[in-house]
């Protein structure tokens, strides 16, 4: 199968630091999405990248999507407590019925 | 606004008994509808999705089936559960083309 891939799979870090994960991925896709868990939760999708674009931000987030590398990464500046969570980037693959393949994820802990 | 619930909360099974989770979308007509399965400590494992009523396509097969009989409602079963389907298991409807919102999950424990 064809998945996202989180290069780091824990992470743990002192409020107020900034955090950065990377998703390396094989298969092509035009579209990129970030997604948060938060513990027994359903995951909230953060930010949504497109191949035409190559930077996206959102508040404390900023999303970059390299095409030629197969490569996206998601920072975080300024982290809270709150932060903590899993983070997992999903791939729409061009498969029928908007398929997204998601990587193993990047658990963030954000020490207060 | 649109609100997505899951049904139960939780449940604790034993191995070969059936199972039926569901999933409701209210405030949006005609939803795509996904179920996900994610194992402790993993990632979330597209299994079906449904585009209109009475439509279902399988993505992964994990001895489950999946039933769509009402615009907003998506169901989850099988008449015998394994100790491999336990997990976390998720609905998600689609917002737009890209923008998947996800439910809040049934914890699935098999004995």
């Known amino acids: 199968s064809q998945w996202g891939e989180e290069n780091l799979q824990a992470l743990s870090i002192q409020e107020g630091e900034d955090v950065t994960m990377n998703c390396s991925y094989k298969?092509?896709?035009?579209?990129v999405q970030w997604y948060r868990q938060k513990s027994g939760k359903g995951p909230a999708q953060l930010i949504l990248?497109?191949?035409?674009?190559r930077e996206k931000r959102s508040g404390r987030l900023r999303a970059t999507l390299d095409t030629s590398s197969q490569s996206s990464s998601l920072s975080i500046t300024g982290t809270l407590a709150t932060d903590t969570a899993v983070y997992f980037c999903?791939?729409?693959?061009?498969?029928?019925?908007?398929?997204?393949?998601f990587g193993i994820g990047t658990r963030v802990l954000v020490r207060p | 606004a649109q609100t997505i619930h899951q049904w139960p909360v939780a449940e604790i099974k034993a191995v070969g008994s059936p199972l039926s989770l569901g999933c409701t979308i209210k405030?949006?007509?005609?939803?795509?509808l996904y179920w996900y399965w994610q194992a402790t400590g993993g990632t979330l494992q597209q299994l079906f999705y449904?585009?209109?009523?009475?439509?279902v396509e399988s993505v992964v097969q994990l001895n489950l089936s999946a039933s769509r009989p009402k615009d907003d409602q998506f169901i989850l079963s099988t008449e015998k559960l394994l100790l491999s389907h336990s997990g976390f298991y998720l609905c998600?409807?689609?917002?737009?083309?890209?923008?998947?919102?996800f439910g809040p999950g049934t914890r699935l424990t098999v004995l």
């Open positions: 998600a409807w689609v917002r737009d083309r890209d923008e998947q919102y």
């Open positions: 449904s585009i209109t009523v009475g439509q």
């Open positions: 405030g949006k007509s005609s939803p795509n």
């Open positions: 298969t092509y896709t035009t579209v």
């Open positions: 999903a791939l729409r693959t061009n498969s029928a019925g908007n398929k997204l393949t």
């Open positions: 990248i497109r191949s035409n674009e």
